[in-house]
Structures are given as C-alpha cells and as structure tokens.
C-alpha cells in the first residue's frame, strides 16, 4: 500500500449521551492515508481491507441519518468525494471525510452524512466480515444495543495497517 505523503491521525473520543451509547474506544481518522490508483479505486480499498481480514465490504455513499452498528466495527475508506459526518449523535462531532480518508468507527457510535449521501462514495467492511444491525437511536433498541456492544471483540488487525499498528495500538 502506498501510503498518503502529508496523512495525519485524529482520534475522536465520544461519550454515551443518553440516546446513543457511543464507545470507550476512540474513532480513528486517517487523513490523506491512501494514494488511491486512478483506475478501481473502490476495488483497491476492498482489497485492502480484506487483506487484513476486514470483509463483507460494500460501496456506496453514506446514509444521511443517525444510524450505529452494536455488533461490530466499521472501517470506511472514501474513494470519490469529500462530505461533512457527524459523528456521535445529534451533539457529536462534525468532520471533513473526503477522498483518500480512511475512517475506523467502533461498535455504538453513531454517524450520519450531514451532505447528499453520494457527496462521498466509500468502500465499508467489518472485522472478520461480521454481519452488521442497523441502530437508530430509539429507545425500544437501547438495552439490547448496549449488551450487544459489550460483546464485540477487538479486531486482531488494522484495516490499513494490518497487525503492525494503527487501532492495534490505539485501541489498547
């Protein structure tokens, strides 16, 4: 993989704000990580992602509502565009996704495209290919969201940096 010349890594920690549960575990955003190939960008991303044992991948834009995953992480990597999520609910943060981005979300932490939903096309998988829920902040979903968070594991590889850095060492 060839890697972006000026990438930078932010962390975002959010907390539980009542409606969504959110993470202990911080959001990782890769700025700028990938040099993407003019031709399959999407498949390049996928392949990368699988290599490191990051499957059941999918492309597409990204939803423009509140929505969370309690079973499993999710690795984002945008091939096309650039947009504005929202991440951690209604009071979350706000952050600039755009091409070469690669973004890890943990299990309960809610992002939402604040643009057009194809402002952005990415490529998504999840460790082990774990099939993934669909969370919407609603109440009747809460408990089972939050036992179900407490049971994800800690993947064993970073989507882009496989067992030699990135959430190995930032989700300790």
């Known amino acids: 993989m060839e890697k972006g010349k000026h990438y930078s890594v932010k962390k975002y920690f959010l907390k539980d704000d009542g409606i969504v549960p959110n993470s202990k575990l911080p959001v ?98 999840y460790p082990n290919g774990k099939n993934y829920d669909m969370n919407y902040g609603e109440k009747k979903e809460r408990a089972r969201a939050v036992k179900n968070i407490k049971k994800v594991k800690m993947p064993k590889k970073d989507p882009v940096f496989g067992k030699t850095g990135g959430i190995v060492k930032l989700w300790k």
């Open 28 to 125: 990782i955003h890769y700025k700028g990580i990938i040099n993407l190939p003019f031709f399959f960008p999407g498949s390049y991303l996928k392949n990368l992602f699988k290599k490191n044992n990051w499957k059941n991948s999918w492309k597409s834009g990204v939803y423009e509502y509140h929505h969370y995953h309690s079973v499993t992480h999710e690795v984002m990597g945008v091939y096309k565009g650039k947009t504005t999520l929202q991440l951690g609910g209604k009071r979350g943060v706000k952050i600039t996704l755009q091409k070469g981005d690669v973004l890890i979300i943990p299990a309960g932490v809610a992002h939402r495209n604040l643009k057009k939903e194809n402002a952005v096309k990415c490529v998504g998988a």
